[in-house]
């Protein structure tokens, strides 16, 4: 294979990839470390207003700073990652205390500095983690538009690139863009191509592609059949021209906070951690769950109650919708919801199969059912007609996140893979809701409530909940 080096490509063989992408990395950092230091000077001044101390303003801004370099919040490998970059912040926050303590015992004996510092933890990291959420949402539009990110290039067999380029972009707007491929079976690039993706070779020509085209990051899968020698090689190339070299798993949908590295006779052997699904620790959950929920109950009470009042005005039925579901470990309750059909729907639904929108599945969609009902059509598209699911989770029956309830029937036809989804109690939002609901195929709705499941966390849920937001004034698939 032949590459053009043209004059663009010799420039940046001249200055390398290395000086493009820490350009914006080192600007990054240094905007990251202001924004600490505001953040800690803040801090330190509400603190001074509230209790008329001085020495609090001199003690925690280079403590924070410090606090940040030790839990390494300005790592390459936590910059613009979100959940990752905000854990570190949390982590250094929990530890500073510590060596204000430390400076009471052996230093200055004022118990004022020490109750000083412990306060200003608390407004210090809120507004680091405000600046930082700022700062990763301009980072993301950036990317979104094409700019600072990382030039890739997927080394490996064809089918693990198809499995892994698919993965990348499900992911949405990230900081790798897959610049082409080179296969270690060139004779399968058709598969690639399939996907949008150039073909620039087999694995002899990784040196070539990554000089002449600008590479900063090469991903490598694992090479059936090859020695280990092979890998190894092209990690030196790698390295000799300034390039990150990422080996990816063959497990995906693994979050990082489930991998560790654990070193044994000099063989980096990759621990996946089990899914923490113990009572005890979803006992918060629980907690939150049945506490917003009624929260939100008594809020909404009122609109609830204009909502059933019209449904009942615009069709005859009840205002509310009755359906057994299925639930964690298998139990069955009845799931509530506004009616937004007729009341003969289920009678009509074998008309209908051949409209199913997700005939490759178990699920029953169909746009423009004509068993919607007029208010019904507003209510689906705005998710309206969920909230009574909000009595659901009071109940214990249902949680804030989680899967989507599924019906007994199709409980029925599930394999013993999916019904990894009963493990947890389904949810009035989800993954495979903010991620496009019924315009997703089946094959990826499962996908996605398996990867909650098996990599569920209250950060996670968390973050479900602020898109949820955005998911529903978007409407993707509600229908």
Not at 10 to 35: D, Q, S, T
Not at 316 to 322: D, E, K, Q, T, V
Request: proline share 6%; charged share 20%.
């Amino acid at each position: 294979m032949t590459i053009e080096v043209t004059h663009e490509h010799r420039v940046v063989e001249h200055r390398g990839p290395r000086f493009r992408r820490r350009r914006w990395e080192r600007n990054y950092r240094i905007v990251l470390l202001v924004a600490d230091g505001f953040a800690a000077v803040a801090a330190a001044l509400l603190i001074h207003t509230a209790y008329g101390r001085w020495a609090v303003t001199l003690a925690l801004p280079p403590m924070w700073i410090v606090a940040m370099l030790a839990h390494r919040t300005y790592d390459r490998s936590a910059l613009g990652l979100g959940a990752e970059e905000y854990r570190r912040v949390l982590r250094g926050a929990v530890a500073l205390p510590a060596p204000a303590a430390v400076t009471y015992w052996l230093f200055t004996h004022d118990s004022a500095l020490l109750h000083d510092m412990a306060m200003a933890v608390v407004p210090a990291v809120a507004i680091a983690l405000l600046i930082r959420c700022a700062l990763r949402r301009r980072l993301r539009r950036r990317w979104a538009r094409g700019r600072d990110r990382s030039a890739t290039l997927l080394v490996g067999p064809s089918h693990g690139i198809v499995e892994l380029a698919a993965v990348l972009r499900r992911g949405g707007v990230q900081d790798l863009q897959v610049t082409g491929v080179c296969l270690s079976d060139p004779e399968n690039a058709a598969a690639t191509r399939k996907l949008g993706i150039p073909f620039l070779g087999g694995l002899g020509d990784m040196h070539d592609v990554v000089r002449a085209l600008g590479i900063h990051t090469v991903v490598a899968l694992p090479l059936p059949g090859a020695e280990t020698s092979v890998l190894r090689r092209m990690s030196w190339t790698a390295a000799v021209q300034g390039v990150d070299f990422v080996l990816a798993p063959v497990l995906t949908d693994v979050s990082a906070s489930r991998l560790a590295i654990r070193p044994s006779n000099g063989v980096p052997l990759m621990r996946i951690q089990a899914p923490n699904l113990s009572r005890f620790s979803r006992l918060p959950k629980e907690l939150l769950d049945r506490t917003l929920a009624a929260a939100l109950l008594a809020v909404l009470a009122l609109p609830m109650l204009l909502i059933a009042l019209i449904v009942r005005l615009d069709s005859s039925g009840p205002a509310l919708f009755r359906q057994q579901r299925v639930g964690r470990y298998g139990d069955h309750f009845t799931m509530l919801k506004f009616r937004t059909m007729r009341p003969d729907s289920e009678a009509l639904r074998a008309e209908l199969a051949h409209l199913n929108q997700n005939s490759d599945g178990l699920l029953f969609k169909v746009k423009q059912d004509p068993r919607i009902t007029r208010v019904g059509s507003l209510l689906r598209r705005s998710s309206l007609d969920e909230l009574p699911q909000l009595v659901n989770v009071v109940r214990g029956h249902m949680s804030l996140v989680g899967p989507r309830p599924p019906l007994p029937e199709e409980v029925e036809e599930y394999t013993p893979d999916i019904k990894r989804r009963l493990l947890v109690k389904p949810g009035l939002t989800g993954l495979w809701q903010v991620s496009g609901r019924s315009d997703l195929p089946w094959d990826e709705a499962v996908r996605l409530d398996l990867g909650y499941v098996d990599n569920w966390s209250m950060t996670l849920d968390l973050s479900i909940l602020l898109r949820t937001g955005a998911a529903v004034v978007r409407g993707t698939g509600a229908y």
